[in-house]
């Protein structure tokens, strides 16, 4: 059974920082785009980052460049996302998501597999 599974959320303070972690069982990361989204409430899904399944190419939303880092394992099966300088428009549930083959897009509708989200809360 194909699931993805976050960890790493919780409460942290403006200007401080997170790693998310989203582990894969029941197939194996090496072949998949790896993606991360987050939704607040009320808004609409949105593509944070995503890793090609080389690692060879990575994308960036422009509201978090510069300040978060994606990054995988493929030994681990494990792809991350480490997140500093947070705000408090970061707070959101975020997701991470897989799609076969090599294109990143932050396009929700491109992905197939989703993990459960976590809560990641940043206080002013």
């Known amino acids: 059974q194909v699931q993805l599974v976050e960890s790493g959320g919780g409460l942290v303070q403006a200007g401080g920082s997170l790693r998310l972690s989203c582990a894969a069982s029941?197939?194996?990361?090496?072949?998949?785009?790896i993606a991360w989204f987050r939704q607040a409430p009320g808004m609409e899904r949105e593509g944070v980052s995503c890793?090609?399944?080389?690692?060879?190419?990575?994308n960036y939303a422009d509201s978090v460049k510069g300040r978060f880092t994606i990054s995988r394992d493929n030994a681990k099966n494990t792809v991350y996302l480490h997140m500093k300088s947070l705000k408090p428009e970061d707070t959101a549930v975020y997701y991470c998501?897989?799609?076969?083959?090599?294109?990143?897009?932050?396009?929700?509708?491109?992905?197939?597999?989703w993990g459960q989200g976590i809560q990641v809360t940043v206080s002013s």
């Open positions: 998501a897989a799609r076969s083959g090599r294109l990143c897009p932050l396009s929700h509708y491109e992905y197939d597999y």
């Open positions: 029941g197939f194996t990361l090496d072949y998949y785009t």
């Open positions: 890793i090609s399944s080389r690692g060879s190419s990575t």
